[in-house]
Structure formats: structure tokens, C-alpha cells
């Protein structure tokens, strides 16, 4: 089983539509960050929230760090077709590197 | 804003042969990171360098890979010889702190044949 599992593997909502991705962790998570991709580009860094849980908004996008649950959730309010592409969340297991989740993609439509 | 810049963009290559992907990373930064992405699949990590040295690599980052920063702004990916499942996007990233934000170029995707 993955250490870091995401859902939904995909959503699609009208504009205007609230969405919520997770990501859960099996192991202590030290950091979490969020990224998006678009796809075949590079990815674009979202959000990073500290180990002991904290919340951070960005624009229409907030994420959580929920640290009894290990789990963290990012939350778009009103979505744009900009808003498209593909959610990753990234552990920090306090090792040299981040490990990346399957990703969420996000189709936003008129 | 200074940005991370991967050459080339695609490189198309046949089975056996060696590429080097060539990655520029932000200037002030001293961690940098090989990832790549098969179409369709997850992000893995392949390998972290600092100071000179690989600091962490994963199982896919076997004797055919190689990294080297040959000079004070090149962090190139070397592998030696490819194979058909060595197809992917290979992304460099850089970041100026061991747990801080990691910057990601554009990626180089490499089809071998």
C-alpha cells in the first residue's frame, strides 16, 4: 500500500463549485506541501504546512494539516477554470526528499 | 523569479544509448533534487544532492544513473545506458534549505526507443 494516498483521483465540478482534495499519510508527517501540476509542465508550489498542524490560505485556496489524523485537506472555494490541472501533496518524512502522493486532477468546466 | 531551467525539453534516444539531462538550478540554492514521472504515474524521487555529494537515493537510482554538478550552476542526470522503461519525464528541483520548498523546472521528457 502507497504511504501516502490521495482522493478523489479525480474530480470534476462546475465553476463557481467548492471542492475539497485529501491526502492521508501512513507514517508521522514532519511537513506537508502541495503542488499542482499542469499537465506535462513542471510543478508549481502551492502551500507547505508544519508538523503539529496548522491552516494557510491562499487566494480561493486553503489547506489544513490535521496532525492526530495525519492527514491534510486542500479546499477550493468558488473554482475557475484555472484553477485545472493535477493536485499532489508531498510528505516530508524528515528525510532528504519529498515523497509525492498519486495526485488529484481537477477538471473545472463552464 | 528566478526559476529552475532543464535541457533539453525532449530527447528522443535508442535503447542502450547514454543522455545526459541538464538541469540549472536557482543560483543561491544547495539542495538539489532527480525526479521522474512515467506518463500516467506518480512523482518518484530518484535521488538528493548536497555539498557535493548524493545525501539519499531510491532504489530506481541504480549503477546506470549517475549525478554530477560539474561546476557552480549545472546539475546534470547521466544514464549510461537506457532502457525502454527509463521513458519518462525526468524533473530537477533546488531548494535553499533541507526541508524548505522545493523549486521544480519544466521537465525533460525522454522517449527511448
Known amino acids: 500500500s502507497q504511504e501516502l494516498e490521495q482522493s478523489p483521483q479525480s474530480l470534476i465540478v462546475q465553476e463557481g463549485k467548492n471542492l475539497t482534495i485529501n491526502c492521508t499519510s501512513s507514517?508521522?508527517?514532519?511537513?506537508l506541501y502541495w503542488y499542482k501540476q499542469k499537465y506535462g509542465e513542471g510543478l508549481i508550489f502551492l502551500m507547505m504546512?508544519?508538523?503539529?498542524?496548522e491552516e494557510k490560505s491562499h487566494e480561493k485556496i486553503t489547506a489544513k494539516l490535521d496532525e492526530k489524523k495525519q492527514q491534510s485537506s486542500l479546499h477550493i472555494t468558488a473554482s475557475q477554470p484555472s484553477h485545472a490541472g493535477i493536485y499532489l501533496c508531498?510528505?516530508?518524512?524528515?528525510?532528504?526528499?519529498?515523497?509525492f502522493g498519486t495526485g488529484t486532477r481537477l477538471q473545472v468546466f463552464p | 523569479e528566478p526559476e529552475v531551467t532543464q535541457t533539453p525539453s525532449h530527447q528522443v534516444t535508442q535503447m542502450g544509448q547514454e543522455v545526459i539531462l541538464r538541469c540549472v538550478p536557482i543560483?543561491?540554492?544547495?539542495?538539489f533534487y532527480w525526479y521522474r514521472q512515467i506518463l500516467g504515474q506518480k512523482v518518484e524521487f530518484l535521488v538528493s544532492?548536497?555539498?557535493?555529494?548524493?545525501?539519499?537515493k531510491s532504489e530506481i537510482f541504480d549503477d546506470q544513473f549517475s549525478v554530477e554538478r560539474p561546476d557552480g550552476s549545472n546539475f546534470t542526470l547521466k544514464i549510461r545506458s537506457t532502457k525502454l522503461e527509463d521513458s519518462a519525464m525526468y524533473f530537477c528541483?533546488?531548494?535553499?534549505?533541507?526541508?524548505?520548498?522545493?523549486?521544480f523546472g519544466e521537465g525533460s521528457r525522454l522517449t527511448v526507443l
Open positions: 544532492f548536497y555539498n557535493n555529494e548524493i545525501s539519499e
Open positions: 543560483s543561491n540554492h544547495l539542495y
Open positions: 507514517k508521522t508527517l514532519y511537513g
Open positions: 508531498g510528505a516530508d518524512y524528515d528525510t532528504d526528499k519529498l515523497i
Open positions: 504546512l508544519q508538523k503539529g498542524g
Open positions: 528541483a533546488s531548494s535553499g534549505q533541507v526541508t524548505g520548498e522545493l523549486f
